[in-house]
């Protein structure tokens, strides 16, 4: 059972990227999929989840309007869209998995994916 995380850099003010987090050994179709990120010398932090049983989608404050969460179930993967960027958004982003409905708590979530480095600077 493995949750790879990808698709950081290094992107403009402004600018977008899309995460990815692929499954390997299970089916992710089953599973509520959460986003967090930690910046340097500050706490892990909720981004979004995208629930198990229904597919719906839920947001942090800081984020929502500007992310959007979906799945692709043939590919097995999940995604975490970021458009508008800030440098606030910089950390490292880590997408879990678990079999509840879905939470943004992190000790809800079973399954951890190592993280993908976004950086938001001009």
């Keep these: 059972v493995q949750l790879q995380a990808s698709g950081g850099g290094l992107v403009q003010p402004g600018g977008s990227l899309r995460l990815s987090c692929a499954a390997s050994g299970f089916t992710l179709d089953y599973y509520a999929i959460g986003w967090f990120r930690q910046a340097p010398e500050k706490e892990r932090e909720w981004v979004s989840y995208i629930s198990s049983s229904d597919g719906s989608t839920y947001f ?27 440098p606030e958004d910089t950390a ?3 997408c879990a998995a678990q079999r509840g409905y879905g939470s943004g708590w992190p000790y809800d979530y079973e399954y951890w994916g190592q993280g993908t480095l976004v950086t938001v600077s001009s």
């Design 60 to 86: 942090a404050d800081s984020v929502k309007g500007r992310f959007t969460i979906s799945r692709d179930s043939a590919k097995n993967t999940v995604y975490l869209r970021m458009n508008s960027l800030k």
């Design 92 to 94: 490292v982003y880590y």
